[in-house]
């Protein structure tokens, strides 16, 4: 009998499609808010983030401009640190214009509700659902969706849709009665509706990048691409062997150089003046290592590999 253990099969990271992290009220304050910063002019990251109260470093940025995108509040062009981002028409005529009875501005509104993928899905499917039970539209949203060869949502995500997508449509005056047409962007790709960010050609071995799973942000700190599989479709980051999908992640601004450190806990990473080490032994007492350094850092690493060989005879 062959006792020796069967390797454990990592578990796939359950991911739901994308949406907006935010109903369109919300997304109106914050196209405001840039509005007010840059009028027409695109700008970086940084004067977003001023705009909304955040820090430009912070991944809640990222996500806030995800959402505007998807609403068609803003557009972006470019990706790390030239990525910029402009209020759009919809917006400004949402913004600008006062007049309660403006029909463009109504129609500007029921436009941005309806501009999420998931939003148009849902009024084609179902209307406002006022007249549905929460359970008709989270079971078509979780489970239907599966069936048909979609990609499910998650429980927690299929409340955040319901409920982001009822109040867009109450704060856009939509009603049953309606007859909201797609407009031309609405018939193009779906990747405009992620705003950008799973554009695969953008990203490229060097760039670093922050990694989106099922809404919220993997990485406490951007990481830096070093493989990129032939058909674009996985990559890996600086420190981990694990494949990711390149749809799945965002290109951004390189981190600041945080200050030396070693973690503990069967993992060891050294930071210091740009050189990047990590080592890390595995369960069966094997060392994977990555690092990018100069000369300074490869004697580093070297003084590192010294002490771990030491570790290794222990195991």
Not at 83 to 91: C, G, L, S, Y
Not at 160 to 180: F, H, K, M, P
Not at 182 to 194: F, G, L, Q, R
Not at 265 to 279: K, S, T
């Amino acid at each position: 009998m062959n006792d020796t253990p069967k390797p454990t099969e990592t578990k796939k990271r359950f991911r739901s499609p994308p949406y907006p992290m935010f109903d369109l009220a919300k997304a109106v304050e914050r196209a405001k808010a840039l509005h007010g910063q840059a009028h027409h002019h695109p700008v970086g990251v940084t004067v977003a983030a001023e705009a909304w109260g955040m820090k430009s470093g912070d991944g809640k940025v990222w996500r806030a401009a995800a959402a505007l995108i998807q609403y068609r509040l803003i557009a972006d062009s470019g990706t790390g640190k030239s990525r910029k981002f402009q209020v759009t028409d919809i917006a400004k005529r949402i913004i600008l214009d006062e007049n309660p009875d403006s029909d463009r501005r109504k129609d500007a509104l029921k436009t941005a509700a309806l501009a999420p993928m998931i939003h148009r899905e849902l009024w084609d499917k179902f209307g406002t659902t006022h007249d549905l039970s929460d359970s008709v539209i989270k079971t078509y949203l979780t489970i239907d969706r599966e069936e048909s060869g979609e990609a499910p949502y998650s429980a927690s995500a299929a409340d955040e849709v319901l409920n982001t997508y009822r109040a867009t449509l109450a704060y856009a005056g939509i009603t049953d009665s309606d007859s909201v047409s797609p407009s031309k962007e609405d018939k193009n790709s779906e990747a405009s509706d992620a705003g950008n960010d799973n554009d695969q050609t953008n990203i490229e071995i060097g760039n670093y990048v922050q990694w989106t799973s099922n809404g919220q942000y993997q990485f406490k700190h951007p990481k830096k691409v070093v493989w990129i599989s032939e058909d674009g479709a996985h990559l890996r980051v600086h420190g981990s062997m694990t494949g990711i999908a390149t749809e799945e992640v965002t290109v951004v601004d390189p981190p600041a150089v945080p200050p030396a450190s070693i973690k503990t806990g069967g993992e060891g990473q050294a930071v210091e003046d740009g050189n990047d080490i990590n080592v890390l032994v595995t369960s069966n007492g094997r060392l994977q290592i990555t690092a990018d350094v100069d000369e300074k850092g490869l004697k580093r690493l070297k003084e590192m590999l010294e002490k771990y060989e030491g570790i290794l005879d222990l195991l």
